[in-house]
T-cell receptor, first 108, second 116 residues
Framework: AQRVTQPEKLLSVFKGAPVELKCNYS??????LFWYVQYSRQRLQLLLR??SRESIKGFTADLNKGETSFHLKKPFAQEEDSAMYYC??????????FGTGTRLTVIP | DAGVTQSPTHLIKTRGQQVTLRCSPK?????VSWYQQALGQGPQFIFQ???????QRGNFPDRFSGHQFPNYSSELNVNALLLGDSALYLC????FGGGTNTGELFFGEGSRLTVL
């Protein structure tokens, strides 16, 4: 069975500090991982996907199959990064298995 | 484009009642998925509809059923409501793509169901 673990429910960092949101997964198939974000009073939306290997809003995430991890990183946190972040594993054509989420607060 | 729209936004029911939630997908999308998000949890996959058929289903009892209409809109029905069904119900749409799509889901704002 699949599993997505986000060990931190809450994470606070100061503005300008590096931030890392952890995600570990367990999946028998070939993993495809995503990070979704929900800003205050907005709907859940895609932040980035590992296949694209892109940087979005300064965030990057590398899939580490050996450690079964997909941690989200940003070198310098901004106040507008405060949000709820969900790591998700694709388990079907259009289906995602979500972790429990990490609430990031960036302190001015 | 209004994106994914859901109705109602909030509703209160009592145990044993039945509820119907509605979803209109983003323009150009033909696949609708439903998720349940309990307080403090991530969204959990209920089922997915494509071409008016249920294509995949998560670990939810038969009390949860759905329907997709020819215009791609969808309904989620829950019978014999339990207190534990209280949650935010999210609808997400995407183009099907036969598994070759990007995997990106577009979410609605959700319907918050409270069961008393």
């Amino acid at each position: 069975a699949q599993r997505v673990t986000q060990p931190e429910k809450l994470l606070s960092v100061f503005k300008g500090a590096p931030v890392e949101l952890k995600c570990n997964y367990s999946y028998s198939g070939s993993p495809e991982l995503f990070w979704y974000v929900q800003y205050s009073r907005q709907r859940l939306q895609l932040l980035l996907r590992h296949i694209s290997r892109e940087s979005i809003k300064g965030f990057t995430a590398d899939l580490n199959k050996g450690e079964t991890s997909f941690h989200l990183k940003k070198p310098f946190a901004q106040e507008e990064d405060s949000a709820m972040y969900y790591c998700a594993l694709r388990t079907g054509a259009n289906n995602l298995f979500f972790g429990t989420g990490t609430r990031l607060t960036v302190i001015p | 484009d209004a994106g994914v729209t859901q109705s109602p936004t909030h509703l209160i029911k009592t145990r044993g009642q039945q509820v119907t939630l509605r979803c209109s997908p983003k323009s150009g999308h033909d696949t609708v998925s439903w998720y349940q998000q309990a307080l403090g949890q991530g969204p959990q996959f209920i089922f997915q509809y494509y071409e008016e058929e249920e294509r995949q289903r998560g670990n939810f009892p038969d009390r949860f059923s759905g329907h997709q209409f020819p215009n791609y809109s969808s309904e989620l029905n829950v019978n014999a409501l339990l207190l534990g069904d209280s949650a935010l119900y999210l609808c997400a749409s995407s183009p099907f793509g036969g598994g070759t799509n990007t995997g990106e889901l577009f979410f609605g704002e959700g319907s918050r169901l409270t069961v008393l």
